[in-house]
């Protein structure tokens, strides 16, 4: 939806505070993406513009993260580990979020720790399985 507009300046409401180009958002949308052609021309877009209107800390920030841009090696690594203070750290590599504890999370965790195990809902929520005589089975 921002591809029009490539290239313009993002100015909040009240043209208080500017925001860099939108090139520089686009970049970092197609590159989580994985579309790294479109990434790359809008990251150079950027990166021009930066450097056209002498935006210096906007350049130098641009560029940091390209050089802290994890290089690709096939392997994908997948992040889903608490935090100090009941926090989670959710996300691939590059574009990672923290999150706060949620009942999933400790459920997601729990299957992909051990992957080749079946574990019961029932021992993902902590409950016990009551069963009753004289009540007919329905589902295994």
Do not use: K
Not at 12 to 20: D, I, L, Q, T, Y
Not at 48 to 63: E, K, P
Not at 69 to 86: F, I, K, M, N
């Amino acid at each position: 939806m921002l591809v029009p507009y490539g290239g313009w300046s993002v100015v909040n409401a009240g043209a208080v505070m500017w925001h860099g180009v939108t090139d520089d958002t686009l970049a970092r949308g197609f590159a989580l993406l994985g579309e790294t052609e479109a990434a790359a021309r809008h990251r150079a877009a950027a990166l021009a513009t930066y450097n056209r209107i002498g935006a210096t800390w906007w350049r130098d920030r641009l560029a940091a993260a390209l050089a802290a841009e994890p290089q690709p090696t096939g392997e994908r690594v997948v992040h889903l580990h608490e935090q100090p203070g009941g926090l989670w750290l959710v996300g691939r590599e590059g574009a990672t979020f923290v999150l706060p504890r949620m009942r999933g999370l400790l459920h997601l965790h729990r299957l992909l720790t051990e992957p080749d195990r079946d574990i019961p809902a029932t021992t993902l929520v902590g409950g016990e399985v009551v069963e009753q005589p004289g009540l007919e089975l329905l589902d295994d």
